[in-house]
């Protein structure tokens, strides 16, 4: 089979690799928890061939990341629930239906207007539901605003949507005075709760750590910061400064576990004019 630049050659190919017969045989034995962690990782890569700025290394990680939803929706079709084109029908009628100052006659001329918009037609949507569930008979709990924040987001990222969706309903403070101070409580807690002489406290000491993140989260989402951004940001100028560690060592022919602390920070300051 030859490669293509059209999507229905992968959903071929997709579809080869999981006939029970002539497929590869660990295609055919995965489903859908099995593919997830990849999925994941490949969005991941994304993110980080953008943070590279590596538009060679991005077109490759796209296509791993296009290959994610193929191969599920592959698996869903197998099973009779959608195929492929039902997920793409899904999206462009979503897109069209959240967009009515593109496709219809709404008027949004800023972004902040265009957000607006995107909320009330998902408010509208949840309504709509709702009575579709409650005209079925269904009468399963009525759930929570923060229910369709995904458990499985990385831990900075839930605690910041977790928070902008309690801040939707009033949920929030209005000013940053009261966020910080709310740090320096959590940072007071923290610090009380490991001065603890009966502490062994692996428990009571991540509980209380827990809480200064989700406050410190809470800084930056009133900063306009992305706080998984932000730390991505910093573990790449962490990881630029240390190398610049191993090679000045290794340009004296010495190594790390031969340097002492003091020799080392002496360095990491160095870098910074350096590395940045």
């Known amino acids: 089979m030859e490669a293509s630049r059209g999507i229905s050659r992968l959903i071929e190919i997709m579809a080869r690799l999981r006939d029970p ?23 991941y890569e994304v993110a980080d061939a ?6 060679a290394d991005l077109k490759e990680e796209l296509g791993d990341l296009l290959l994610q939803p193929v191969y599920h929706a592959q698996m869903a079709a197998e099973a009779g629930h959608f195929d492929f084109a039902d997920v793409v029908y899904a999206i462009t009628r979503k897109l069209v239906r959240r967009h009515p100052h593109v496709f219809g006659e709404e008027q949004a001329k800023k972004p902040e207007s265009v957000k607006h918009v995107w909320e009330r037609i998902k408010a509208e949507e949840a309504a709509l539901k709702a009575a579709d569930r409650k005209a079925e008979g269904e ?21 910041q949507k977790l928070q902008s969706k309690a801040a939707k309903v009033g949920f929030d403070w209005p000013d940053l005075q009261p966020v910080m101070a709310k740090i320096e409580e959590e940072w007071d807690e923290l610090k009380a709760e490991i001065a603890r002489p009966d502490t062994d ?9 827990g809480d200064f993140l989700f406050s410190v989260v809470n800084l930056a989402r009133h900063l306009g910061v992305d706080p998984e951004h932000a730390l991505r940001r910093t573990n790449a100028k962490f990881v630029r400064r240390f190398h ?31 590395v940045g």
């Open 201 to 209: 406290a692996s428990a009571e000491i991540a509980e209380e750590f």
């Open 244 to 274: 610049h560690i191993e090679r000045t060592l290794e340009g004296s022919e010495r190594n790390l576990e031969s340097a002492s602390l003091d020799e080392m920070e002496t360095i990491w300051q160095a870098a910074k004019g350096v």
């Open 21 to 43: 017969e002539t497929g590869c045989p660990w295609d055919i034995e995965q489903d859908f928890a099995s593919i997830v962690p990849y999925t994941i990782e490949e969005a």
């Open 139 to 159: 009468t399963a709990d009525p759930g929570s605003i923060l229910d369709n924040v995904p458990t499985t987001l990385p831990a900075l990222t839930r605690a």
């Open 50 to 55: 953008v943070e590279r700025g590596d538009m």
